[in-house]
């Protein structure tokens, strides 16, 4: 981005909104029969349209000026083939990576991370569909009928919202909770109603070590364990979605229940890669894969 440039664009876009005095849409519309059509672009199948704000042609090609001088075409082609755009963390910011086809070319340090991202959706989507199934069960042989996701933040808001929305979009074969609150009181009244021989737990933590979600992990453990009497119940119902393997196995959960992601994936979009196995579980594998999909 040349600096000076985009300076002068905004000073120019400043100069620009001094100059406009009160708008009528009114009076817009009637002066220009094209306003809506010329105003309105389609992409992806979406549908924007200024032609109902107060901007003028003027103000748009003012706004064109200033995205040209930021670069923001090359800034977001940067971002789509894995540059590290993230200059304070030295990182890719590659969301977009976890809706990507496998093979896509999405490459991050010479290598295309968009098979690691299918390599760990297909684990994801086939444990699912194999606790849905019954093919996955606890530890005294009984079907799984609820999961409790236990996150923060990232690991918690993007999935809860999803399963919320889309709870009357599929066949709810499990009963999914989300609990985020480190007092006690949150975990306890979620697990009131429910059957450690019956129940799984999700502890999504990408370090392992969150204070609140490994407080409430430790706590679900203990409620399994006083009912279900065996270290061993736990690897049957407990999994991990996080990046330390060390302290995901010295909790007592299975290696291969244990789903990783990777630095570059925000929390705010963290819900398209393994933390979204609530989602996976609440709606199927192929639900999952349809909401990648948009």
């Known amino acids: 981005m040349n600096r000076s440039k985009a300076e002068a664009a905004w000073s120019a876009l400043e100069a620009h909104h001094g100059t406009q005095g009160p708008v009528s849409l009114r009076e817009a519309f009637a002066a220009d029969a094209e306003r809506a059509a010329s105003m309105t672009l389609t992409g992806a199948g979406w549908t924007l349209d200024a032609s109902k704000n107060l901007v003028s042609d003027a103000t748009l090609e003012h706004l064109h000026a200033l995205a040209h001088a930021c670069s923001l075409a090359e800034r977001i082609e940067a971002m789509f083939t894995g540059e590290k755009i993230n200059t304070t963390e030295d990182r890719a910011v590659l969301h977009t ?20 991202v299918h390599d760990v959706l297909d684990r994801v989507t086939a444990f699912a569909d194999a606790v849905r199934s019954g093919a996955h069960r606890g530890h005294t042989g009984e079907a799984i009928r609820a999961v409790v996701n236990l996150g923060i933040g990232g690991s918690d808001l993007g999935p809860r919202m999803v399963v919320e929305a889309l709870r009357n979009t599929g066949e709810r074969r499990l009963d999914v909770r989300f609990v985020a609150n480190v007092d006690p009181t949150d975990l306890r009244t979620n697990l009131r109603d429910l059957d450690p021989a019956t129940t799984l737990f999700v502890v999504c933590s990408k370090t392992f070590t969150t204070l609140e979600t490994l407080s409430n992990a430790r ?20 999994v991990a979605v996080s990046t330390n393997a ?10 291969e229940n244990m789903f990783g992601f990777w630095e570059w994936v925000g929390g705010r979009y963290s819900l398209w890669s393994a933390v979204g196995l609530a989602i996976a579980l ?11 999909a948009g």
């Open 246 to 255: 060390d302290e995901v196995a010295a909790f007592g959960i299975a290696p």
């Open 97 to 116: 990576a976890l809706r990507a086809p496998r093979g896509s070319g999405v490459v991050v340090d010479g290598r295309d991370v968009t098979e690691d």
């Open 282 to 292: 609440a709606e199927g594998g192929d639900g999952f894969r349809a909401l990648l």
């Open 219 to 238: 706590a679900a453990r203990q409620w399994c364990l006083d009912a279900l009497r065996d270290e061993a119940a736990i690897a049957k119902h407990f």
